[in-house]
């Protein structure tokens, strides 16, 4: 199925820019959200991104503030990171996995690598699972399979959030 096969490949060939190859110049909100797309996969036409939810990230801690209205590679990546993780995680869940993040004192370019990182293994170990000579009949046990992976995953990453959370406040305390 020509459908299957494209899925499989842009899972496994698609990857947000590296650090070193993120844009040096600053952007102007416009340009950074013309430019976010290009950073994860997406298969509709729709915006992945507005101003109003950039604002709204940065208002919840998620993002740094802009440096005079214009936005650098720290940006770029943390949003990079948010939009990902929005489809699956609460921004206060988001929030925790962040702070965590900072808390382990590692830069902004090191999170970026181990969050592109840990996407490049999940993105190909899922296109292993894409079968793209599948027939119609194994469609739905292919997308049963993968529901049920996510179903896992959610359930362990929630779980380790919790456990997680309790040990920020700690660390604020400190």
Known sequence: MD??????HRM??????????????????????SYMPRQLIHFDEGSTLTSAMVNNYIKDGLVPRAEGKRYGPAHLGYLTAVVALKQVLSVRDIGALMGAGRALEKSTPEQ????CRALDRALTDTA???????GESDLARMALDLAVRSYANQLACQRILSILQPMEGKRKKE
């Open 3 to 8: 459908e299957l096969q494209e899925l499989k």
């Open 12 to 33: 496994e060939q698609e990857r947000p820019t590296p650090w070193e190859d993120l844009p040096d110049i600053a952007l102007y909100m416009d340009q950074l959200i």
């Open 112 to 115: 970026y690598g181990y969050f």
């Open 128 to 134: 292993q699972s894409i079968d793209p000579e599948a």
